[in-house]
Nanobody, 118 residues
Framework: QVRLVESGGGLVQPGGSLRLSCAAS????????MNWYRQAPENQRELVAT??????????NYADSVKGRFTISRDNVRRELYLQMNSLKPEDTGVYYC?????????WGQGTQVTVAA
């Protein structure tokens, strides 16, 4: 059974940093593309960052709104996914979700709340 567990969210001032983690189990982690999504209140869930598995050499992609500020990375030995978020803005506020596709089905973590406010 695939399980994704996020952690690392919290309250941070504008301009601050947070590092999110996602612990994965129940799948061959290293071969799967992993994603971070976020959802602000009354907004649709949006894709923030993607990192490919070993077959894609760990290539990354970012939403335009976070390019240059966020960095997605992974540790295939620890089976963990990360999102380093710098220069945070109030519009980055939302619930951040770890996601992957396994045997054609999407799997989500429970989410971790990030709030950027003075």
């Amino acid at each position: 059974q695939v399980r994704l567990v996020e952690s690392g969210g919290g309250l941070v001032q504008p301009g601050g940093s947070l590092r999110l983690s996602c612990a994965a189990s129940g799948l061959n982690f290293r071969i799967h593309t992993m994603n971070w999504y976020r959802q602000a209140p009354e907004n649709q869930r949006e894709l923030v960052a993607t990192i490919s598995g070993i077959t894609g050499s760990g290539s990354t992609n970012y939403a335009d709104s976070v390019k240059g500020r966020f960095t997605i990375s992974r540790d295939n030995v620890r089976r963990e996914l990360y999102l380093q978020m710098n220069s945070l803005k109030p519009e980055d506020t939302g619930v951040y979700y770890c996601n992957t596709i396994y045997k054609g089905d999407p799997f989500w973590g429970q989410g971790t709340q990030v709030t950027v406010a003075a």
